[in-house]
């Protein structure tokens, strides 16, 4: 809670309790009310006004009104109203401390943080969700900054893409986070990085993936102590299925609902009968086995012939592997998942590893803001990183593509094509309560160098920094039971122990990042 926003509530309280039960308060109500009027304005000007206060302010203008208009109600009226008042502060207490506004801890690495946002065009590529435009690609940008350079530069807000724009429902609910600062300067030099590195004077480079429906700056505490310990790290959008975004050419777009274009069929037209939603409510061993066995008759299916293709589906309509579906393994359920996967999530993975690729392709190349970028970093060591639907697209990517030094899923069921294809470099597993071992059919057997770590008592989304200003999820059970910071801390100790080992050959660091957390979480693979 801030200072003024919680004055001012008390203050209403006080002058409500005045107005009703006069005895109780000694102080007359003509002095509460014009020092309830000055933390009113204090709280406009300094903290601003935002949607949790808004109980409180009509409690305010009510009690205001009251006195002002100095009439004498009958006693059940005034019983009634301070009742009403005091509920209607209550929800705003309530509100506010669900929403509160809360620094993020700062990042302890040695350099200060910078950040940069910009749009990339991609011009080979059309938008898979409005085909008359140009793929855009939108990038925010951390990297490492001195210290005293930085000193008195305006810093970033927290999740800015939330409210920028055009001005929306979602403007409107998060756009007071505009006043939570995190510890990112805009535009801050970039630091030189220390010659005893691989590459003299570059620091390892990190794209980062974003969440299906949320967006490039979700994870800002991890970003910032990527930066803060030597490295660049390259968040990117993926419009259309990022919750909001701004682009040059587009406009603010929103989260799509629809299939893009090219898929064929929208979803009214084929529906599943529901075998997507009952994989997803399936967890662990019991889901690896069960995608393992769908995703190759999957294959089969697409591979057969169209004459073909109902001998496919009879044969996996015998599986003893698919027997868990129940009554939704139907003939003309399974071909309609076969079709949705491949040709709606399988092809979407594949479109944001085309993002992933474009973006490497063009960095050497950017135009920043800052001065010296594209000759700060070394496009020899890459490493990604992504969360959920991201981390999907970092697993496929690290399949694929010989770029990819080091690379690392955040909790995300892995899609795509190369399901059964071993990633080629050093690779890292974050999982939650949410689908521990669950990756096993897309990553295992395992190659050298893969650790598969799993974090008991949390859940999916608590993998972001939303848990920091939205409380609100844990109160409505939509998080796992470890403090919030405490997993901030492990998952931000093990990104940069794996990192760091491998980027930047400090081996051993990931073996004591994980004994450090021994008590907390459970080892799967540990390969070397």
């Not at 949790?52 to 009509?58: E, V």
């Not at 803060?228 to 050419?249: C, Q, R």
């Not at 868990?324 to 944001?352: K, P």
Request: aromatic share 12%.
């Amino acid at each position: 809670m801030l200072i003024f926003e919680v004055l001012f509530i008390l203050l209403t309280l006080l002058v409500l309790t005045k107005l009703n039960w006069s005895s109780l308060v000694p102080v007359p109500a003509k002095p509460l009310l014009i020092i309830a009027v000055i933390a009113a304005l204090l709280h406009l000007l300094v903290e601003g006004l935002r949607w949790q206060m808004l109980p409180a302010y009509c409690v305010f203008f009510g009690v205001a009104a009251f006195y002002l208009k100095n009439t004498q109600a009958q006693w059940f009226v005034r019983v009634l109203g301070a009742a009403m008042g005091t509920i209607l502060l209550s929800v705003s207490i309530l509100l506010i401390s669900q929403f509160p506004i809360m620094a993020l801890p700062a990042p302890q690495g040695q350099y200060a943080v910078g950040t940069f946002s910009m749009t990339l065009l991609d011009e080979q590529r059309l938008e898979r969700y409005a085909p008359q435009f140009n793929r855009e690609v939108p990038l925010q940008v951390w990297y490492s900054a001195n210290k005293q350079d930085s000193q008195g530069l305006p810093r970033q807000s927290l999740f800015p893409q939330l409210y920028s724009g055009d001005y929306d429902l979602i403007s409107f609910l998060f756009g007071y986070l505009k006043r939570l600062k995190t510890h990112s300067v805009i535009n801050a030099p970039i630091a030189q990085a220390p010659t005893a590195e691989a590459e003299a004077g570059t620091f390892p480079l990190i794209v980062f993936n974003h969440g299906l429906f949320f967006m490039s700056d979700h994870s800002p505490q991890l970003m910032e102590h990527l930066a803060s310990n030597g490295y660049i790290v390259v968040s990117i959008t993926h419009p259309f299925e990022s919750l909001k975004v701004s682009l040059p050419n587009m406009g603010t777009r929103l989260f799509s609902m629809e299939y893009p274009e090219d898929v064929g069929f929208t979803q009214d037209q084929l529906s599943d009968g529901g075998i997507g939603d009952k994989i997803g409510n399936i967890i662990g061993l019991e889901h690896s086995s069960l995608m393992a066995a769908l995703y190759q008759q999957m294959d089969n299916y697409n591979a057969a012939k169209p004459a073909d293709q109902q001998g496919v589906i009879s044969a996996a309509l015998e599986m003893q592997s698919l027997q868990i579906l129940g009554e939704l393994l139907t003939e003309d359920n399974l071909a309609a998942f076969f079709q949705i996967r491949t040709r709606v999530r399988n092809r979407s993975v594949a479109y944001w590893v085309e993002d992933i690729q474009f973006v490497l392709d063009q960095l050497p190349l950017l135009d920043a803001p800052i001065e010296n970028f594209s000759v700060s970093f070394d496009i020899s060591r890459i490493g990604a990183l992504g969360y959920s639907y991201g981390g999907a697209a970092v697993g496929e990517f690290c399949k694929l593509d010989f770029r990819c030094a080091a690379g690392s899923n955040i909790d995300g069921t892995q899609f795509g094509a190369n399901w059964n294809k071993p990633v080629q470099s050093p690779f890292l597993l974050i999982n939650s309560d949410s689908n521990p071992q669950g990756n096993n059919y897309a990553y295992y057997p395992a190659k050298e160098n893969f650790f598969d770590i799993y974090i008991p008592n949390t859940l999916h989304q608590d993998l972001m920094d939303f848990l920091v200003v939205f409380p609100v999820l844990r109160t409505l059970g939509m998080s796992g039971t470890m403090q919030y910071q405490e997993l901030a801390n492990i998952v931000k100790d093990l990104e940069l122990a794996f990192l760091d080992e491998f980027l930047k050959g400090k081996a051993g660091g990931l073996k004591e990042a994980i004994e450090k957390h021994s008590e907390t979480v459970m080892v799967y693979a540990l390969s070397k």
